[in-house]
């Protein structure tokens, strides 16, 4: 039996088991991340991320939801390992890049006085809209696209943000009361609908005022969480499309709020911002088979 350190974290409440990858790290990740994200016999937490190096940027993301799959992006969990690499000293840039399965990152972190890191705002990047690259089993955006669900009719606005993403405009707080067994049945049925061909992360929206929105979240891989980055770039964008929001607006979630800019200037190409915090919760070291580590480059 050997032993692996990590530091448990989250971002607005999507909490995150982080494991600085040395010369030794976990080997087999998918089933690392199951069974340390389990909640009753493990450590807890929508997946498990990895700080490595990189030979492309500062560092390099790589991130496993809860049931073992490997996840292109997220944006808590960006802003987290941001500053997991500035305070142990793993990257001591500000701003600093990281690279993700969904490109690279631009990351700015915000300092307090005693010189940590308080606040962290992503550069997401531009947002992905036509169909097939979501991607979606349909040509062109995907705005208000009606939607049968096992029987129900919906309409969707889909938005990719390194990752694909359903956003669903609700009308009333009904959503927000429904009991969490009742909106994982209905979180799955999005999940795994034949028109999401890799699954699809879905945000049921209701728009408070132009500049406000509140979320509940269904994350492919990890079910409900208290907040999902991506998802509320997502919904700030498909707000903005479908003349329900501004380009600029704070998502309230279960978990906190997240601060959403979608450009509009030339300079930044229509890219994304999200700013929000970075929590470390605790640290500590958790038992393992020497056959979940590997040892090298």
């Not at 029987?151 to 009991?179: C, Q, W, Y």
């Not at 699954?199 to 209701?206: D, H, I």
């Not at 500590?284 to 480059?297: F, I, K, S, Y």
Request: net charge negative.
């Amino acid at each position: 039996m050997s032993t692996l350190e990590f530091t448990k974290m989250h971002g607005c409440g999507n909490d995150y088991i982080y494991v600085v990858g040395g010369q030794t790290r976990p080997a087999v990740r998918p089933e690392l991340a199951r069974r340390l994200s389990d909640r009753r016999f493990g450590i807890g937490a929508d997946g498990l991320i990895l700080l490595l190096a990189s030979s492309a940027a500062d560092v390099r993301m790589e991130m496993y939801n809860a049931d073992g799959s490997r996840a292109e992006m997220c944006g808590n969990g960006i802003r987290c390992l941001a500053r997991l690499a500035f305070e142990r000293g793993f990257a001591r840039k500000n701003p600093l890049v990281v690279e993700t399965d969904a490109g690279l990152k631009t990351v700015r972190l915000e300092l307090g006085g005693d010189g940590r890191v308080k606040r962290v705002t992503v550069d997401m990047g531009a947002p992905i809209l036509d169909g097939p690259e979501i991607p979606v089993a349909a040509k062109g955006r995907i705005m208000d696209y009606p939607l049968d669900v096992e029987g129900t009719p919906t309409k969707i606005t889909a938005v990719s943000m390194g990752n694909p993403h359903a956003v669903v405009f609700v009308n009333d707080e009904r959503i927000f009361a429904l009991p969490d067994s009742e909106f994982a049945v209905l979180g799955r049925k999005f999940e795994h609908h034949s028109f999401f061909p890799r699954a699809v992360n879905t945000e049921f929206v209701l728009p408070l005022a132009p500049d406000r929105l509140k979320m509940r979240v269904w994350e492919r891989g990890s079910g409900e969480t208290l907040a999902c980055g991506t998802g509320a770039c997502a919904a700030v964008v498909a707000g903005a499309l479908t003349g329900r929001a501004k380009r600029c607006a704070t998502v309230v979630l279960r978990g906190g709020e997240l601060e959403i800019e979608w450009s509009e200037s030339a300079q930044d190409n229509g890219h994304v911002f999200l700013t929000g915090d970075a929590v470390e919760v605790f640290r500590g070291v958790v038992d393992v088979d020497q056959r979940e580590l590997t040892t090298g480059g």
